[in-house]
T-cell receptor
Framework: GNSVTQMEGPVTLSEEAFLTINCTYT??????LFWYVQYPGEGLQLLLK?????DKGSNKGFEATYRKETTSFHLEKGSVQVSDSAVYFC?????????????FGKGTKLTVNP | NAGVTQTPKFQVLKTGQSMTLQCAQD?????MSWYRQDPGMGLRLIHY???????DQGEVPNGYNVSRSTTEDFPLRLLSAAPSQTSVYFC?????????????FGPGTRLTVL
């Protein structure tokens, strides 16, 4: 079945540092890929997405590129802020599975210190 | 729009008790899902629905029932609570069966079973 493997944390960075959170997936066909973010005490919210190979999703300075050849969707940000402290989840919805059935990675907790 | 709402926010049960977690959305979304979030496990799909009157099992359905009598509501029932069901529960909805569509999440219900 479909699965997502993401870098496990926690990850601790200083403000303005470069961030990479690795995500690789196993899926049949051409899944859509997502990064969700969960701020403390809140539900998940979509950060960015890509629906086909070589697409780049971007939002709030974060970027991720859908790489089919390496089955990856790594999250990057050039300069993190304290407000980026949260848990980040990589997820996919399969070609045959619709948007009602996301498969999530285990999450990566990011802490950014001033 | 209120988006996806969940009640209660917190609940403590004794082993063997039953309860219903409420979920409602006001976005006229066809698809709704229930996930549980456990430390180090990410989110796992419990049950989902693709429309009123239609439900199906996800990855971890045992011990839970659902029904979907209206488009807006998707309650999750715990029939006989067990300590293994201690978790944070998230309800989510999405517009239609398009794998590129994002899911919108509620704020979650934190459940403790003693």
């Amino acid at each position: 079945g479909n699965s997502v493997t993401q870098m496990e944390g926690p990850v601790t960075l200083s403000e303005e540092a470069f961030l990479t959170i690795n995500c690789t997936y196993t899926a049949t066909g051409y899944p859509s890929l997502f990064w969700y973010v969960q701020y403390p005490g809140e539900g998940l919210q979509l950060l960015l997405k890509a629906t086909k190979a070589d697409d780049k999703g971007s939002n709030k300075g974060f970027e991720a590129t859908y790489r089919k050849e390496t089955t990856s969707f790594h999250l990057e940000k050039g300069s993190v802020q304290v407000s980026d402290s949260a848990v980040y989840f990589c997820a996919l919805s399969g070609e045959k599975g619709g948007s009602e059935k996301l498969v999530f990675g285990k999450g990566t907790k990011l802490t950014v210190n001033p | 729009n209120a988006g996806v709402t969940q009640t209660p926010k917190f609940q403590v049960l004794k082993t063997g008790q039953s309860m219903t977690l409420q979920c409602a959305q006001d976005m006229n979304h066809e698809y709704m899902s229930w996930y549980r979030q456990d430390p180090g496990m990410g989110l796992r799909l419990i049950h989902y629905s693709v429309g009123a009157g239609i439900t199906d099992q996800g990855e971890v359905p045992n011990g839970y029932n659902v029904s979907r009598s209206t488009t807006e509501d998707f309650p999750l029932r715990l029939l006989s609570a067990a300590p293994s069901q201690t978790s944070v529960y998230f309800c989510a909805s999405s517009y239609r069966r398009d794998s590129g569509r994002e899911q919108f999440f509620g704020p979650g219900t934190r459940l403790t079973v003693l």
